[in-house]
């Protein structure tokens, strides 16, 4: 009888993916959001096997209950914690439930799940996949120079070139995981992760992704990056 190798074996299974995407107050977007995934997955779940997980932030309307009836997971905190923690939350739960690659993408509509067949490409070699806005000039011009600014700073101080800091969409194996986990609880986990990238000298990639807007009033702002930055200044030399 012919065996199996342990490298021929290896090739057979399939790696299985989790989605992870944080959530809080979002019932007005997460249908379409959840929508537009399950579709993508029906096409490309042959070649890989993928869980889809929300983290619903404490929400006070109906996003959770959306998502159970598209027979997704969901984890809920009973409060707002922050986008930080709810993140945390989620992957720490792929990780454990022996994720092999994690994906992480907003629930908002901002983020097209459409190109996550993109960023697993990516991967191919890589720690880590980072989405950056392609499309700059429908960007507000405050959240425009405000990613300048951290985008900027990050390179000085972390050596980590990333066009789009504040993009959430991102792809990393999960044995990475433990080395870029976050401990901020808010959007400054963005730049925390890529601080840690830089740290242990990560291998990473980029792709272009879509700039869509749903709500104006959403991103990062002068204020908001004078913000970070001065974390990541308390990060960089309290390490």
């Known amino acids: 009888m012919n065996s199996v190798s342990p490298i021929s074996l290896k090739k057979m299974v399939k ?5 992870v995407i944080p959530a809080y ?3 007005k977007n997460i249908g379409n959001v959840l929508d537009t995934l399950q579709g993508m997955l029906r096409s490309e779940g042959k070649r890989r096997e993928f869980k889809v997980l929300v983290v619903d932030d404490g929400s006070r309307d109906a996003t959770s209950d959306i998502c159970k009836a598209r027979g997704v997971k969901v984890l809920r905190h009973a409060l707002n914690l922050g986008k930080g923690s709810a993140l945390r939350s989620g992957c720490d739960y792929a990780a454990q439930m022996g994720a092999d690659i994690i ?3 907003d629930a908002d509509g901002q983020h097209d799940p459409t190109k996550i067949p993109t960023f697993l490409s990516a991967l191919a070699g890589k720690d880590i996949v980072f989405g950056y806005r392609s499309y700059w000039g429908r960007m507000p011009f ?10 900027n700073s990050v390179a000085i101080l972390f050596g980590a070139r990333i066009r789009d800091t ?10 990475v995981y433990a080395k870029i ?5 808010d959007y400054f986990m963005e730049s925390e992760m890529i601080a840690h990238v830089g740290k ?8 272009p992704i879509p700039t869509i807007y749903t709500d104006k009033y959403k991103g990062t702002t002068v204020f908001d990056g004078i913000k970070i930055v001065g974390k990541m200044l308390v990060h960089r030399f309290a390490a």
């Open 200 to 207: 242990h000298k990560l291998r990473f990639a980029q792709i």
């Open 166 to 175: 504040q993009s959430g969409f991102r792809a990393f194996r999960s044995d």
């Open 15 to 19: 790696s299985t993916v989790w989605i």
């Open 181 to 185: 986990r976050w401990e901020a609880t």
């Open 25 to 27: 107050n979002e019932a």
């Open 103 to 105: 994906v992480v993408m």
């Open 142 to 151: 405050v959240l425009r120079f405000g990613n300048w600014f951290i985008n």
